[in-house]
C-alpha cells in the first residue's frame, strides 16, 4: 500500500439551481480531485471541496497544498494514519480541503487492499438518518422541497435563515405545520447575526415553533464568551458550524455551547473527523455531520463515517443539487442511506474519475 504517485486537477461542479443561504449564492463549487496510486497499481481518489468561508481556501490554495505535499507522501503507506496527520501538521497544516482528499483517497486504497468497505476499517456500519436543506428561496419552492422530503420519510429539516425574518418565520410556520409535531426542524444563520442581543431577538421568534438548535447564529470569529451569553439567554441549543474546524476548537467552545457541526472538508478528512468526534463525547455533547454540498467521493466518505460515528442528523444527500455525473450516492430509504459492501469507498467504476486526468 506504498503511495508511488500523487495526482490533483480541478473539478468544477454546477449546481442544477442556485443555493442560496445568509450572504451567499451558490451556482458553481469550484473543489479539486485527487488521485493516489500505490506501487502495486491501485489507485485511489478523493474529493476536495475547498471551504472558502471563513478561512478563504480556494480551488487553487487547495491544488496547490496538494502538489506541495505529494513528493512527501512517496512512499507513505496508505494505512499510516499518524504519518499522513503528521505530514499534514508539517507541510499544510490549514489546508484542510486538501487534508481531505488525501485522507480519504488514502481511505479508498485501504478498503480496496483489504476488501472492506472503509466503514468496516473503524467498526460496523449501521444506517445514517438524512437531513433535507431548505435555501432562502420563495415559498412554493421552500414546500415543494419539503413535500419530496416527506415523501422520503426524512424526519430532520433545516431552514436557512438570516436575512428576511418575516417571510422565514412564514415559511416556517408552514413547515412545520406540513411536517406535523413529530419532525424535527432547526434553523442555521450561516453567521447572519452579528451580536448576541440581536441574536437572541431573532431566535426567540423562530423558537415558538419548537426547534431542536439552531446552527451558528453569530460569526465564525464570536468568542466563547459571546456564545455562553447567548446560550444562557436562549431555550435553544446551539450549534456551531463555522467557528470550528478540528478537534482543538472543541476545546475552546465546549463549554459555551451544546452541539457541533463536522465537516470533512473542515477536519481534514475521515481522519480528523474521528479525532473531533471523540473531542466532542469526551464532553457529553452532540453533534451532526455537515456537507459542503460535495459530490459522490465526498457524499460515499461522510457516509462511511457517519455509519460508524453516531450523528444526530446527516446533510449526506446534498450530492442531488449538482448537475453532474461525478455526483451521486446511495438512495435514502424510509429517511435513511446505507453504506454498500463493495469495498473502498464504494463507487464500482473507478474509470469515471480516472477519465478526468487523462484529458
Given at each position: 500500500?506504498?503511495?508511488?504517485?500523487?495526482?490533483?486537477?480541478?473539478?468544477?461542479?454546477?449546481?442544477?439551481?442556485?443555493?442560496?443561504?445568509?450572504?451567499?449564492?451558490?451556482?458553481?463549487?469550484?473543489?479539486?480531485?485527487?488521485?493516489?496510486?500505490?506501487?502495486?497499481?491501485?489507485?485511489?481518489?478523493?474529493?476536495?471541496?475547498?471551504?472558502?468561508?471563513?478561512?478563504?481556501?480556494?480551488?487553487?490554495?487547495?491544488?496547490?497544498?496538494?502538489?506541495?505535499?505529494?513528493?512527501?507522501?512517496?512512499?507513505?503507506?496508505?494505512?499510516?494514519?499518524?504519518?499522513?496527520?503528521?505530514?499534514?501538521?508539517?507541510?499544510?497544516?490549514?489546508?484542510?480541503?486538501?487534508?481531505?482528499?488525501?485522507?480519504?483517497?488514502?481511505?479508498?486504497?485501504?478498503?480496496?487492499?483489504?476488501?472492506?468497505?472503509?466503514?468496516?476499517?473503524?467498526?460496523?456500519?449501521?444506517?445514517?438518518?438524512?437531513?433535507?436543506?431548505?435555501?432562502?428561496?420563495?415559498?412554493?419552492?421552500?414546500?415543494?422541497?419539503?413535500?419530496?422530503?416527506?415523501?422520503?420519510?426524512?424526519?430532520?429539516?433545516?431552514?436557512?435563515?438570516?436575512?428576511?425574518?418575516?417571510?422565514?418565520?412564514?415559511?416556517?410556520?408552514?413547515?412545520?405545520?406540513?411536517?406535523?409535531?413529530?419532525?424535527?426542524?432547526?434553523?442555521?444563520?450561516?453567521?447572519?447575526?452579528?451580536?448576541?442581543?440581536?441574536?437572541?431577538?431573532?431566535?426567540?421568534?423562530?423558537?415558538?415553533?419548537?426547534?431542536?438548535?439552531?446552527?451558528?447564529?453569530?460569526?465564525?470569529?464570536?468568542?466563547?464568551?459571546?456564545?455562553?451569553?447567548?446560550?444562557?439567554?436562549?431555550?435553544?441549543?446551539?450549534?456551531?458550524?463555522?467557528?470550528?474546524?478540528?478537534?482543538?476548537?472543541?476545546l475552546v467552545y465546549n463549554d459555551s455551547v451544546k452541539m457541533f457541526n463536522i465537516k470533512l472538508a473542515k477536519t481534514g478528512g475521515i481522519s480528523g473527523a474521528?479525532?473531533?468526534?471523540?473531542?466532542?463525547?469526551?464532553?457529553?455533547?452532540?453533534?451532526?455531520?455537515?456537507?459542503?454540498?460535495?459530490?459522490?467521493?465526498?457524499?460515499?466518505?461522510?457516509?462511511?463515517?457517519?455509519?460508524?460515528?453516531?450523528?444526530?442528523?446527516?446533510?449526506?444527500?446534498?450530492?442531488?443539487?449538482?448537475?453532474?455525473?461525478?455526483?451521486?450516492?446511495?438512495?435514502?430509504?424510509?429517511?435513511?442511506?446505507?453504506?454498500?459492501?463493495?469495498?473502498?469507498?464504494?463507487?464500482?467504476?473507478?474509470?469515471?474519475?480516472?477519465?478526468?486526468?487523462?484529458?
Amino acid at each position: 500500500m506504498k503511495i508511488n504517485d500523487v495526482s490533483v486537477i480541478p473539478l468544477n461542479f454546477k449546481l442544477k439551481s442556485p443555493f442560496e443561504f445568509s450572504g451567499v449564492k451558490l451556482e458553481i463549487l469550484e473543489y479539486a480531485l485527487v488521485r493516489i496510486r500505490t506501487e502495486d497499481g491501485i489507485f485511489g481518489y478523493g474529493e476536495c471541496p475547498a471551504y472558502w468561508e471563513p478561512r478563504n481556501e480556494t480551488q487553487k490554495s487547495t491544488i496547490d497544498a496538494v502538489n506541495n505535499l505529494a513528493k512527501e507522501l512517496i512512499g507513505v503507506t496508505c494505512d499510516d494514519i499518524d504519518g499522513r496527520k503528521k505530514l499534514f501538521n508539517q507541510y499544510i497544516p490549514s489546508a484542510y480541503a486538501a487534508q481531505c482528499g488525501i485522507d480519504v483517497a488514502c481511505y479508498d486504497i485501504e478498503g480496496k487492499v483489504k476488501d472492506v468497505p472503509v466503514a468496516k476499517l473503524f467498526g460496523i456500519p449501521v444506517k445514517v438518518p438524512v437531513e433535507v436543506a431548505i435555501p432562502m428561496t420563495d415559498e412554493k419552492t421552500a414546500l415543494g422541497i419539503v413535500e419530496t422530503a416527506l415523501d422520503n420519510n426524512i424526519q430532520t429539516y433545516k431552514l436557512k435563515v438570516g436575512k428576511d425574518i418575516k417571510k422565514e418565520l412564514k415559511v416556517l410556520r408552514k413547515i412545520r405545520n406540513k411536517i406535523g409535531s413529530n419532525k424535527k426542524i432547526f434553523i442555521d444563520a450561516n453567521q447572519a447575526w452579528k451580536s448576541a442581543d440581536q441574536a437572541i431577538e431573532k431566535i426567540n421568534q423562530f423558537a415558538q415553533y419548537d426547534l431542536c438548535w439552531v446552527e451558528q447564529p453569530l460569526p465564525a470569529k464570536a468568542t466563547p464568551e459571546e456564545y455562553n451569553e447567548l446560550q444562557q439567554k436562549i431555550s435553544v441549543p446551539i450549534m456551531l458550524d463555522e467557528s470550528v474546524y478540528t478537534n482543538k476548537d472543541v476545546l475552546v467552545y465546549n463549554d459555551s455551547v451544546k452541539m457541533f457541526n463536522i465537516k470533512l472538508a473542515k477536519t481534514g478528512g475521515i481522519s480528523g473527523a474521528i479525532d473531533f468526534y471523540n473531542e466532542v463525547k469526551k464532553f457529553n455533547k452532540k453533534c451532526m455531520l455537515g456537507s459542503m454540498i460535495e459530490g459522490s467521493l465526498g457524499t460515499l466518505a461522510g457516509l462511511h463515517f457517519a455509519s460508524v460515528y453516531s450523528m444526530q442528523t446527516t446533510a449526506l444527500n446534498s450530492y442531488d443539487l449538482i448537475n453532474d455525473k461525478l455526483s451521486f450516492g446511495p438512495k435514502i430509504i424510509d429517511g435513511y442511506m446505507n453504506v454498500s459492501n463493495l469495498p473502498g469507498l464504494g463507487y464500482q467504476d473507478e474509470s469515471i474519475f480516472n477519465k478526468k486526468f487523462s484529458r
